[in-house]
């Protein structure tokens, strides 16, 4: 059984760029949550994408929007950055719609803005 | 606002103590109280949780306290080891609410 991967690891963008994240949910999981984890702080709602569909959101812009496909994978796609953006980036995944519990995480990407 | 408070921001403990973090909440629409273990480089990972039903959980060397009057709940960690050092979050959503909202964290570090 593999677990939620997400790539990049690392990436380094500059002020007003566009970045994509991608997440493959773990086997079985057809849920994908995203949330933002800033330096020495907790992990933040950004959404969650059920039957390709977006299934809430959390206080974010409209700038930050996602997908999610067929085979479940997710991608987090963040326009006109901020050096705000700078943080960790999580994916998590759960089975079918069990709400906030049985959340499984990646090890996240972190993205700086220069 | 914070929906979660958690205390310490940072913990130091001798190996084969008890380290005690806590977490506060106002919001009475959660029902759900998951503590989170993180370790550097990688992603929290679930530790153990509770529901305000019970007013204690154990699980090996973690026990969830939770008291619903005060709208507190606490992780300890007994005989803590070395292994343990890691970044702590407590964290609470609502019935049937697809998201979790986080404390901010507290750094544990246990000394042999």
């Known amino acids: 059984e593999t677990g939620v991967t997400q790539s990049p690891t690392h990436l380094i963008k500059t002020r007003g760029q566009q970045v994509t994240l991608r997440c493959s949910s773990q086997s079985g999981h057809n849920t994908v949550s995203w949330y933002q984890q800033a330096l020495g702080q907790g992990p933040q709602f950004i959404f969650q994408y059920y039957r390709e569909e977006e299934n809430g959101r959390g206080n974010f812009p409209p700038r930050f929007s996602g997908l999610q496909f ?9 326009n006109a950055l901020e050096l705000d ?26 993205l700086t803005v220069l | 606002q914070q929906q979660v408070k958690q205390s310490p921001q940072s ?18 629409a959660f029902d759900y109280f998951p503590w989170y273990q993180q370790f550097p480089g990688k992603g929290p990972a679930l530790l153990i949780a509770i529901r305000p039903d019970v007013s204690e ?5 973690f026990t969830i306290s939770f008291n619903k009057s005060a709208k507190q709940f606490s992780l300890h960690i007994m005989d803590s080891q070395p292994g343990d050092s890691a970044t702590y979050f407590c964290a609470a959503s609502m019935r049937g609410a697809n ?7 507290t750094r544990l570090t246990v000394i042999p």
């Open chain 1, 85 to 110: 953006d700078s943080a960790l980036y999580l994916c998590a995944s759960s089975p079918g719609w069990t709400g906030a519990n049985v959340l499984t995480f990646g090890a996240g990407s972190r």
């Open chain 2, 11 to 28: 913990l130091i403990v001798q190996k084969g103590g008890i380290s005690i973090i806590n977490c506060a909440y106002e919001n009475t």
């Open chain 2, 99 to 105: 998201n979790l909202f986080f404390g901010t964290g």
């Open chain 2, 57 to 61: 959980k154990k699980e090996g060397r």
């Open chain 1, 70 to 78: 067929p085979n479940y994978s997710s991608e987090l796609n963040v």
